[in-house]
């Protein structure tokens, strides 16, 4: 066999009947004819090469036709169309049907184009590219989070689902939040509301600039910008606006001097772009619950001002901010388990916002009613008459967190 280069063998079903199984295919004449790799051929995605054999061939078949497709032009040159990505082999036939060779065909994705589009793109971001197997490696060092997702979305149209992402955005990206939980007077806030130019009309949208004043002379800036706020009487979403930070800040200390405001925190976090930061001023309560086995275990659940918010820096001057807040306190206690209740406001948005802006959210709202009844004793409990004996009081306080 080492003399003809032509290997017999034969495909077993278990190794421990081997002897029998070669000397049956020896019988019969099988055989399984394994030529040389001359190599490996890589064609780009939907494009097409035309290769050229050192010997006059008669047949040629390709293993998968779905990634390769073949046409011969000549005794000695075949036409290659890539059509999808992967790997298949082609092979060449001689007039007596002897095998020539073996060539393996790697169709794989038209990085070359890529490349200039990202050049057009993302000029002056050394992004490289390059494949790996049916897919398309990213990497390199590039200016922002936002050069990371043009580079690939678009690396996407050519590879769908087989990209794999080994860039890194340069420096150590760092936001820092600066929060301030305030609860407020219910109208104070319409006020402001007021001033700042939204709508007090339930489900009013829209988008407005001015100055305004609050009662006392408290002036709030130039030129306010509302981003699409919600305002409305009911308080069902709130409101919220962007202005400068200081203005902003003396604002809610002034009303704060006045006892109009009370500050319940004032954290600064600071996080990594793209990681979540978390806040919590309070505590943990337990709370009672019956286990499979009968037993009583003991759960613990957060209260207190709680604040999550995750950072994306777009560019040098743009920030996306996931924020989510919430304040919790203890209520009453039901007496069937002896866990107590959760009174809970809380939101959450996504916002778009340059350096130094500020953000507010409103419309978590908290509404206190009492009633109560004086009476003379026992004539306060006469029919009819009693009521001449009698007086209700009642009173309600409503207060906002912003």
């Known amino acids: 066999m080492s003399m003809t280069g032509i290997l017999r063998v034969c495909l077993l079903g278990a190794a421990t009947l081997l002897i029998q199984p070669i000397a049956m295919a020896q019988a019969q004449g099988l055989r399984v004819v394994e030529g040389e790799s001359t190599g490996t051929l890589r064609v780009p995605m939907n494009r097409a090469v035309v290769v050229e054999a050192d010997m006059l061939f008669a047949e040629i078949s390709v293993a998968n036709p779905m990634i390769a497709d073949i046409a011969t032009l000549s005794e000695r040159s075949i036409y290659i169309l890539g059509r999808s990505p992967g790997r298949t082999t082609m092979t060449l036939l001689g007039a007596d049907g002897s095998l020539i060779a073996n060539v393996e065909i790697q169709v794989v994705p038209d990085v070359a184009e890529l490349r200039e589009r990202l050049r057009e793109i993302l000029p002056g971001e050394p992004v490289e ?22 580079a690939m979305e678009l690396a996407e149209r050519y590879a769908p689902g087989r990209i794999s992402n080994l860039m890194m955005v340069g420096g150590s990206q760092q ?202 004793p026992w004539l306060g409990d006469l029919p009819i008459l009693g009521a001449l004996f009698r007086s209700a009081s009642y009173s309600r306080e409503q207060s906002e967190l912003v």
């Open 129 to 150: 590219v390059r494949t790996a197997n049916d897919g398309i490696v990213l990497s390199g060092t590039v200016g922002s989070a936002l050069a990371v997702d043009r």
């Open 175 to 376: 936001v820092m939040l600066q929060v301030r939980f305030a609860e407020m007077q219910r109208t104070v806030r319409q006020e402001l509301s007021t001033s700042l130019g939204i709508g007090a009309t339930a489900g009013n949208f829209g988008q407005s600039t001015g100055t305004g004043n609050l009662n006392g002379g408290a002036a709030f800036g130039n030129g306010v910008n509302v981003p699409g706020g919600l305002g409305g009487r009911n308080g069902g979403l709130g409101v919220s606006f962007s202005a400068g930070g200081l203005q902003l800040s003396i604002l809610l200390e002034a009303l704060e001097s006045n006892g109009m405001v009370r500050t319940l925190a004032e954290p600064n976090l600071t996080a990594l772009s793209g990681q979540t930061a978390t806040f919590l001023a309070g505590g943990e309560f337990p709370i009672p619950t019956e286990s499979e086995s009968g037993g009583t275990t003991i759960e613990f659940k957060n209260f207190g001002v709680q604040l999550s918010f995750t950072p994306t820096v777009i560019d040098d001057s743009i920030i996306n901010l996931a924020l989510s807040a919430e304040i919790s306190s203890i209520g009453e206690i039901i007496a069937a388990t002896g866990a107590p209740t959760v009174n809970t406001r809380s939101a959450s948005t996504v916002v778009e916002m340059r350096d130094g802006d500020s953000f507010v959210i409103a419309g978590l709202l908290q509404d206190d009613f009492r009633s109560s009844v004086a009476e003379v």
